[in-house]
């Protein structure tokens, strides 16, 4: 059965400090795997990676994906309270057409002032 | 444009009683999707359209059922509910052709059974 594991389940840490939040997976048919920051309510896009060991980057935001020891690892830098927020992670599988999308469970990221 | 958008925002029901979640996108996307999310499990999916007329079953599809006769709309039906969908409902959608996975979410409809 297809998995995808995000670690830690849920962090707080300090205005200013860097986050690393982790996943893992383990899919038949790997193709790309997303991340999602999900605040209130919906989730919101932030990067797609299909190729091992190219950053994508946005702001202070960062991830990197590694297809031989199949993880993801999603840095935040300089953390603001308006980081708060679930990160879900979520893999594709391309033996479905219509983009089938396996989400792991989400860390909880609390950002205190 | 107002993306995807999910009606009603919050709901309560007693078990046995049925409801419609109505999900509504502008994009001209071909694909919709209904999720539920509960705490410590993620997403998961309920049903699937991959267009207009079409529906088939996700992982959690016992107990609710879909249509999408528009191929903006896209319902997700409870015709007796109980209290284990008590849930976040998310409906989502997403653009044809392969190699374009990215799927965008509603806000969401928060509903309790008692």
């Known amino acids: 059965e297809d998995k995808v594991v995000q670690s830690p389940l849920s962090l707080v840490v300090h205005e200013g400090d860097t986050v690393t939040l982790n996943c893992s997976y383990e899919?038949?048919?790997?193709?790309?795997l997303l991340w999602y920051k999900q605040e209130k309510k919906a989730p919101t896009f932030l990067f797609m990676l299909?190729?091992?060991?190219i950053e994508k980057k946005s702001g202070r935001l960062s991830s990197i994906l590694d297809k031989k020891e199949l993880f993801s690892i999603l840095n935040i830098t300089a953390t603001q309270t308006g980081d708060s927020a679930i990160y879900l992670c979520a893999v594709t599988d391309p033996s479905h057409s219509w983009g089938k999308l396996q989400f792991g469970a989400g860390t909880q990221v609390v950002v205190t002032p | 444009n107002a993306g995807v958008t999910q009606t009603p925002k919050f709901r309560v029901l007693k078990t046995g009683q049925s409801m419609t979640l109505l999900c509504a996108q502008d994009?001209?996307?071909?694909?919709m999707y209904w999720y539920r999310q509960d705490p410590g499990m993620g997403l998961r999916l309920i049903h699937y359209s991959v267009g207009e007329g079409t529906t088939a079953k996700g992982e959690v599809p016992d107990g609710y059922n879909v249509s999408r006769l528009k191929k903006q709309n896209f319902l997700l039906g409870l015709e007796s509910a109980a209290p284990s969908q008590t849930s976040v409902y998310f409906c989502a959608s997403s653009i044809t052709g392969t190699g374009t996975y990215e799927q965008y979410f509603g806000p969401g409809t928060r509903l309790t059974v008692t």
């Open positions: 299909t190729s091992s060991g």
């Open positions: 899919v038949t048919n790997f193709r790309s």
């Open positions: 994009m001209n996307h071909e694909y």
